[in-house]
Nanobody, 119 residues
């Protein structure tokens, strides 16, 4: 089992920046990749970015390209999502997820952290 705890959410003005953190614990040696997803009010959960745990290879969806950066610190078992030029439409609950099955799905989820962007 892998446990994930997000932090760093909060309220920010439009155009501002935030850095989210996701601390992983438990069987982290089995993790293949970590990712960030978000869910805005009334919308489906949206995939943003992922990073492979060992190689650090990154992937971004169009929603994240250019403004969001995913990174990891293996020594701290922590993954980050740096978000810049935030817009009101970025308001959502942001979730961290881990994949240890390598089958394209997310096997573990954090409880989420709320980001509110005020215009």
């Amino acid at each position: 089992q892998v446990q994930l705890v997000e932090s760093g959410g909060g309220s920010v003005q439009s155009g501002g920046s935030l850095r989210l953190s996701c601390a992983a614990s438990g069987r982290t040696s089995s993790v293949y990749r970590m990712g960030w997803l978000r869910q805005a009010p009334g919308k489906e959960r949206e995939y943003l970015a992922s990073i492979t745990w060992n190689a650090g290879s990154t992937f971004y969806t169009d929603s994240a390209k250019g403004r969001f950066t995913i990174s990891r610190d293996n020594a701290k078992n922590t993954v980050y999502l740096e978000m810049t030029s935030l817009k009101s439409e970025d308001t959502a609950i942001y979730y961290c997820a881990a994949d240890d099955s390598r089958n394209g799905s997310w096997d573990y989820w954090g409880k989420g952290t709320l980001v509110t962007v005020n215009s």
